[in-house]
């Protein structure tokens, strides 16, 4: 048979990309661990919240007031994690001047939704400029210093088609990998484990599994978020 170790082959086993801590997430699930990072270190991994960790899920509960809804073009919305979602991308910009913030919502809705609370919140042209927001479409092929990764689902509705077998985890390997230095989902991870529907979801259960179990140092309430923005807020 046809040798494999060739150094090109190899090569694309590497990747550069992503800081190792977010590849993490996706090696084991989707490639079978085959993948090996050589990235350097990134500056957006040490941005709030968490700083220092590569990824970070702020977890939004039904009690929070996180809710979906169904738009009359079928697609949906969470009107409270695109708040969460907005005042995270805000708060990024002022702390990183750099900083490329890509926000990733799976729901067109959605999308619109954020896109007007950030023009209300009109953050100054040049870190408007550092904003990328679109569905996960809109980021095949690009990437950015920070993923902000907005799940939009709760427990207490069905999952989206688009979060089952094939398609979501297309969706996950594509939100996650596109971030470079930081990975922060928003959300509610037992969605995925709770919500009728959730057994049709692939890969993304065992990502949550395996990494962002309550105890993970990588996990934060939204709640305590709240505290921060305030604190941010009367620091100015």
Not at 187 to 214: C, H, M, W, Y
Request: aromatic residues 6%.
């Amino acid at each position: 048979g046809e040798r494999t170790d060739h150094p090109a082959l190899q090569m694309l086993h590497v990747q550069r990309r992503m800081h190792t801590g977010i590849c993490d997430l996706i090696n084991k699930v989707f490639y079978g661990g085959k993948l090996k990072s050589e990235s350097a270190p990134k500056n957006s991994t040490n941005l709030w919240p968490l700083s220092g960790e590569p990824t970070a899920f702020v977890v939004l509960l039904p009690e929070d007031g996180s809710k979906v809804e169904q738009t009359p073009s079928a697609s949906r919305l969470n009107r409270v994690s695109a708040q969460l979602v907005a005042s995270l991308a805000c708060r990024l910009l002022q702390e990183d001047s750099d900083a490329i913030v890509g926000i990733i919502a799976p729901y067109r809705a959605q999308v619109t939704l954020i896109r007007r609370l950030l023009r209300e919140r009109g953050p100054e042209k040049d870190q408007a400029r550092r904003i990328r927001l679109g569905t996960v479409h809109a980021f095949q092929g690009s990437e950015a210093d920070v993923i902000i990764w907005d799940l939009v689902e709760t427990r207490d509705h069905k999952i989206g088609r688009l979060y089952h077998k094939d398609a979501g985890d297309r969706l996950s390997n594509v939100a996650i990998s596109r971030a470079q230095g930081k990975l922060i989902l928003v959300g509610d991870p037992e969605a995925f484990f709770l919500a009728p529907g959730q057994e049709s979801v692939g890969k993304l259960r065992g990502i949550f599994t395996l990494n962002f179990l309550r105890e993970s140092p990588r996990v934060i309430r939204a709640t305590e978020l709240e505290t921060m923005f305030v604190g941010a807020a009367s620091a100015h």
